[in-house]
């Protein structure tokens, strides 16, 4: 039975995350039930908060209780933070980067195996660190499974259920983001196993097989990543998704959001092929540079050109004497098709719209536009007024996150920008709970109402909110489309029509996707609350975000 102390800090986590981002949890049916020895082992991209993320997400009747594991430094720190990380149950564990010296973990393992041989649950990390960027850290070894297989070797019933998960954060840091959690279908083990177990060497220590672990650590490994929107580079994942609106259209929130991420991912594989080829180019390029002078491939030079020309923005090709050899695919150069994508995306943001408002063949007409520019006005102002009474009461954590995130962004990146999410979540935990007091104490004349209408209202002005911003959003983009020269439009869109042919080439004979995007509409629709569903939040695409313009970089 989990303390009191962990179902209260559970309780919170639960309303800020959700708070936060919008989430979807898939494979909930793959969840060991308690009795089960299970080690949880999801992909590490986001701090504390994916910690965060998997006490909310798994529901109490399937896990009572689940141990987390994190660094030890924070069992030296006397902060708030500090404390809601020791209060639910988290097993700290040393780091080699935080001492410079080899560590010793026997405590925390022996911990963490009389956690499983219980049939409980823990969560391991098999990265090993947080760090934000687009690609999964090779999976270390655990010694976890095997020592506690060992220790129950004669017993034929035991098992371990390694429970692989999949965190994918469309945009992080992002308020209100879109996040998928799918829970793998589980790896199961048993002391019949004989590789995992461990033997006596001939120096008297205790020794698995390292192949057989491995073996094992490289499934999960494939398992997560295969679920993830894993990518070599931020580059190659933007101009996925360009890639995937290209082909699937206005398809968008329309699929699950798991559905989406597989659509991505299909296209990040494609794409990639791509970084690779160009990899190999510059490692012999390197080796051999009396070919190229000036040390650069052609690769480099072999430009995708945005110029700006009287009749509109056009993409042209520098025609080189010397090419590179291609990487083509029925018939499609996908280098070429990699720096058309890219250039359209820029083109794209260079004016402010996004890939939809350029699909029709011809433009809105301008009254048309007009129009509809000013029934959002209106809706953004009803919208205005029925927020800012909420806007009030979380103004307090909206200038408390925002300023630490002011801090953050100013230090080196990849070390901590996956910690901006992490430092959002914390200060909110910590500051509803006093907004709600200091309201009710004010209001207390009414507390009868206020006391439940105060958390309502807060919550509705999210919603209203996100309305809001797309609202504004939709707003200036139909606004930039109204100055539009129509020779401009047509060009933009010529261009759009000619990457798309190449787009829906792959996906319909490289990817095996149908030829038909809706059919990739499942029975199975988008999970949500009602007025908080996906479809009522009117969000065209899962990547966007509280902003008011498209996010469309990650970098």
Known sequence: MAPLAYHLVRFLFKVSINAFYAIEVDGLENIPPDGCPTILCPNHSNSLTDSILLLSVVPPEKRDMIRMTAKDTFWKKNDIFSLFVKSVGTVPIKRTKDYNAKVDNTAAIETLVETLEKGNCICLFPEGISRYHSQIANFKPGVAPSETLTRNKDKEDFSIHILTASLVYIHREKFRSNVLVKFNPPIVITPKHQTLLKTLAEDGSKRSSEQAINELTNAMEEIVRSNTLDSPDWQTLRIAHTARKLYAGELGTRISLSEYVKLTKKFIDLLSKVKTTEDNDNSESSSNNNHFPNGNSLFDKKQIIVERVDAGNLLSVDNLEVQNE???HKGIDLATLVRDLSA???????????????????????????????????WAFVLTSLSLPGWILWSPIFIAVKYKEYQIRKLPIEDNFDEIAQYKLLISTILLIPIYFVICFVTFPFILITSWLIPVLMWLTIRWTED????????????????????????IHTVRENIRANVKELAVHELGLPENPENLISKVRPRGMGYFSIRRRRKKDYNEVLRLWDVSSYE
Do not use: M, W
């Open 326 to 328: 291609k990487t083509s």
């Open 344 to 378: 359209y995306q820029d083109l794209l943001d260079s004016h402010g719209i996004k890939d939809y408002r350029v699909s029709r063949p011809t433009p809105l007409s301008k009254s048309s536009l007009i129009f509809r520019i000013y029934l959002r006005i209106i």
């Open 468 to 491: 809001l911003f797309q609202t504004i959003r939709s707003c200036i983009s139909l606004t930039k489309l109204l100055f539009l020269p129509t020779s401009e439009y047509n060009a």
